[in-house]
């Protein structure tokens, strides 16, 4: 667990206050997106393919900062599109701190050594550097070559100068476990606070759809990744009951509401990943507006293969509450990796036949 005690006692706060005041529903990390427009063109992404009207517009610095009060999470997660490309990003990270809330500034890192003296090292600013993997995989995932070495001369310079910085890595089809492991080890040699790390989203807007992992297939590729984790003293930034889930030990409902989306179209509903299911004009509509009980693997097929942090970590950190215990168990002695999974909760809709054989990644990336 890379997470400072500081952060992980205001967030505790936080989730205290929301079972005191009976909330069932509250959010945990606001996803704010200022902008779509981005410096690449990733082959898994959802967010590029807009005409330019909308990859233009962006999120003022009012806009960002009434979302933050509205929403109340503890933790802001700033992404995009690129949010170093957005002018006013600094103003707009100052006053999340001033808030006192923990911000996230999720990037590709191309602008970040150009753009680095427009922040200060602060324990409520984190820089999270989107890497999916080694050299060849993350400059593949990207679309782009020498991306990977630009991202980890940026890793270096901003932990060099002082700032917290954590790894953001999605899996995409074709990752081995050992690959995969060897990245790790490698983000610690980084020095890096930690790593996110979870299977890629198959969005209906990405430009390759051939890219994803099945849920079943993520889950034994987490079991291994952890069977080879054992001792190696990867910083893991997620809580433990998820990264049980991930291994397959654990059958959680979506609890999207934990991480609302406020994007430049308004707050999108149920979640960052799904585009087409509508926005709503305030938080307070989006909560209650929105029809939560038609979202989750088993409720509708677009969510099948779901395993994303915005849908799932707060399920998961919901759990720990109920069961510290068991929380504390896989916190120190790691998901289990052997022996039945979980059962999946069955589809209420008909399942699509399932395609006959996958190839690997066919993306590769260009100069
Ligand atoms: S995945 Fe991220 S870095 Fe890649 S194109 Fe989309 S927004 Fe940009
Ligand atoms: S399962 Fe939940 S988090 Fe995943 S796409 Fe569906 S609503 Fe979003």
Known sequence: MGVPLRQQFTVAKYLLQQKFKGNQ????VLMLEPLFRCNLACA??????????????????????QSVDECGAPIVSIAGGEPLLHKELPQIVEGI??????VYLCTNALLLKKRIDDYQPS??????????????????SVCQKGVFDRAVEAIEMAISRGFRVTVNCTLFQGEGAEEIAGFLDHCNKLGVEGTTIAPGFSYEHAPQQDIFIKMRESKQLFRDVFKLGRGRKWKLNHSSLYLDFLAGN?????TPWGNPTRNVFGWQKPCYLL?????A?????LMEETPWDKYGNNKNPKCANCMAHCGYEASAVEDSLKNPLKAAWVSLF?????????????PEYEVPAAPKARPAIPIKAVD
């Open 25 to 28: 529903r509250y959010p945990l």
């Open 44 to 65: 898994g992404c959802g967010k590029i393919d807009y005409p330019d009207e909308i990859l233009n517009r962006r999120l003022s610095v009012e806009e960002a900062l």
């Open 97 to 102: 701190i001033a808030r006192g809330k923990y």
């Open 123 to 140: 324990p409520y600013l984190t820089f999270s550097i989107h890497l999916d993997g080694n050299r060849e995989r993350h400059d593949a």
């Open 250 to 254: 654990q059958s959680y409902n979506c």
């Open 275 to 279: 585009v087409d299911e509508g926005y």
């Open 281 to 285: 004009p305030s938080f307070k509509a």
């Open 334 to 346: 790691g998901p289990r990796t052997t022996g039945p999974m979980a059962e999946e909760p069955v």
